[in-house]
């Protein structure tokens, strides 16, 4: 008996062990998973062009063949790196993948917009989370006419609906392109549309004064080269052309707006190779290397002559080794700091400002390569410091050239004097532009936010709108209890037959046929809305029953009456109409659910008439 007694001691002792392994083991296991499980991204506190941040799984396919169904099921994905979004060069496929949620009691449209202008091919899957619908899918292609992407956007952004307390998982395929690496980023900033499309207006604004600026300059030097004969102006207004070319072709503005039908990663080579030639010899020439080093000058022709062979190559149809030297080139920028420090030694005027104004424009095309080759954390600020340093490097450079000017001879005083007033009168000519078209941005914000509440084809109200309008009404109801307020639910008869007879043009205009007709009959102060497909509603208020029911048929009767003319075809209709009249317990889901059992019990009762659910005599059917 003791030696039982023992035993069994000790297994409790073991099972007590052992449950206690297995719980801590648990525990930690749970918390390690939950530490690596990245968060739900909540869309109503996170819209206002914040990135996706360290919330999302990374894989990357480095045969660029896996489908969505490939990685869906793949085991390989990877949690983000805290403050790591950029990947660095690669031409293989990068997938995304996170969680959006709406925890708000309000419908969300957002934008997701890709952090960088040039990339081969953008792919953007989502779904409801949990479900098993078929994804919406998306896609942008550098290449692609600008009329084929989702959102008319300079940077790949894309459309996503999230209804309110929804949450959609979300796959990004980001496909740097298959001529040559590409930096690939993995992140989306998010956006409601209202607040997406206000930064983009003040953004295009900054970029449009930033390029008007470099052109202007290099207008304004030209002009003065023309009349002066000095060459150094020429050379620079070169160089303002290419770095304004340079920064529409990194920001996406060129291919948005000039050419727009087709444009391919390897012309941004050919600008960048273009713009490093043209900085290279303007550098050369104004710090009058030729003179001053021999062995300095040889250097920097031969820098001049690679990037020539590299556009040639370019052109030839291979642009990879024409990638690398541009790369390569970018980095010999920082060496002619201190060759403008050596000509600023030997007394080449004006060589100490030229040489800060280059440094300052050195800062930010270093800081925006080592930004896309992955050595810097991501940001909004380091994806602008190139334009700012641009910005203040053309203004320094001005400066510099405005002091050669100066310091030519007394005659040319003058033509320096006019030139200047032709600055000033460009300069606020510019700034008028700029208001107007920022003007006119707002306009068409205006008038997109009026469309959207618009049914395109038949011009009557969309569900959306239609939505809006009842629960004004609702509001005024519940406010004065005497108000009688009906609802009618309009469905055309065998709609379906009339696109299959006579084609869906048909269709299109028996839609608007009925639209009008409904608009005739109804009164101005009551609305009309399309619902969608070939259902229509109607809401209005302060009639007696009989006087719904009476409004209903003449409804009816006027459909059946019209005679729809389409291609020497004529098309005949008829419609079911539910009725429905609300009650101070309903609201407008209850209200919208009577008459839609209204209008099924006018369909099951041979259509072509008219059916209420809350009056005593409730069907009318036109004999």
Request: net charge neutral; glycine share 4%.
């Amino acid at each position: 008996m003791r030696l039982i007694s023992i035993n069994s001691r000790q297994i409790s002792k073991r099972v007590l062990l052992t449950g206690i392994m297995f719980f801590l083991y648990g525990l930690l296991y749970t918390s390690t998973l939950h530490a690596a499980s990245p968060d739900a991204i909540d869309i109503s506190t996170h819209h206002q062009g914040q990135t996706t941040g360290d919330n999302y799984y990374y894989l990357v396919d480095k045969s660029n063949a896996l489908s969505l169904s490939d990685v869906i099921a793949n085991s390989s994905w990877t949690k983000s790196e805290p403050n790591i979004t950029n990947r660095g060069f690669t031409s293989a496929s990068s997938w995304m993948k996170f969680t959006l949620k709406n925890s708000s009691q309000t419908n969300f449209n957002i934008i997701l917009e890709y952090v960088e202008a040039s990339v081969g091919s953008i792919d953007v899957y989502h779904r409801r989370l949990g479900s098993d619908e078929e994804f919406t899918h998306a896609n942008f292609t550098f290449s692609a006419p600008v009329e084929a992407r989702e959102v008319s956007f300079y940077r790949p952004a894309f459309e996503l609906s999230l209804p309110y307390l929804e949450s959609h998982e979300v796959y990004v395929r980001i496909f740097p392109g298959d001529e040559f690496p590409m930096h690939s980023f993995t992140a989306m900033r998010i956006w409601d549309q209202a607040s997406f499309y206000l930064a983009t207006h003040i953004e295009l604004t900054f970029l449009v004064i930033l390029l008007c600026t470099e052109l202007f300059m290099g207008f304004a030097t030209l002009l003065v080269f023309f009349i002066s004969r000095d060459k150094m102006f020429l050379y620079y207004s070169i160089f303002a052309f290419s770095i304004a070319s340079l920064f529409a072709s990194l920001s996406g503005v060129w291919g948005y707006f000039f050419a727009r039908e087709s444009y391919q990663l390897w012309m941004v080579v050919l600008q960048i190779s273009l713009s490093q030639i043209a900085a290279i010899w303007f550098v050369r020439c104004f710090l009058n290397i030729r003179q001053i080093s021999k062995m300095i000058d040889n250097a920097l022709l031969a820098a001049i002559a690679v990037s020539i062979a590299g556009v040639i190559i370019n052109l030839s149809g291979y642009p990879y080794y024409p990638r690398l030297i541009i790369d390569n080139i970018a980095f010999l920028y920082i060496l002619l700091v201190p060759i403008g420090l050596f000509a600023w030694k030997k007394d080449v005027p004006h060589a100490g400002l030229f040489t800060f104004s280059w440094a300052v424009f050195i800062l930010g095309m270093l800081t925006a390569s080592l930004r896309l080759r992955g050595y810097l954390i991501d940001s909004f600020w380091l994806q602008w410091l190139i334009y700012l340093g641009g910005f203040i490097e053309a203004f320094l450079l001005t400066t510099i050239m405005v002091l050669r000017l100066r310091d030519m001879q007394h005659a040319k005083l003058k033509i320096e004097l006019t030139h200047r007033q032709h600055l000033e009168n460009y300069a606020n000519e510019l700034s008028q532009q700029v208001k107007l078209q920022t003007k006119q941005l707002l306009e068409a914000k205006e008038k997109a936010e009026t469309e959207a509440r618009v049914d395109i084809l038949t011009g009557l109200t969309n569900r959306r709108a239609f939505i809006e309008s009842a629960h004004g009404f609702l509001a005024r109801a519940n406010r004065q209890p005497e108000t009688h307020l009906y609802l009618l639910m309009i469905d055309i008869d065998h709609f379906k037959k009339v696109n299959d007879t006579y084609g869906h043009s048909a269709g299109d205009a028996a839609l608007v046929a009925v639209a009008n007709s409904l608009s005739e009959t109804i009164r101005t102060i009551d609305v009309v809305s399309r619902l969608g497909g070939e259902e229509f509603a109607a809401l209005m208020e302060n009639k007696d029953p009989q006087g719904a029911i009476n409004l209903s048929e003449r409804l009816r009767k006027a459909i059946e009456e019209l005679v729809i003319e389409h291609e020497g075809q004529q098309i005949k209709l008829t419609t079911s109409i539910g009725i429905a009249k609300w009650g101070p317990m309903d609201n407008l889901d209850t209200l919208m659910n009577q008459a839609d059992r209204a209008l099924y019990q006018a369909k099951e009762s041979g259509r072509n008439c008219v059916n209420s659910s809350c009056f005593e005599h409730h069907q009318l059917r036109l004999v």
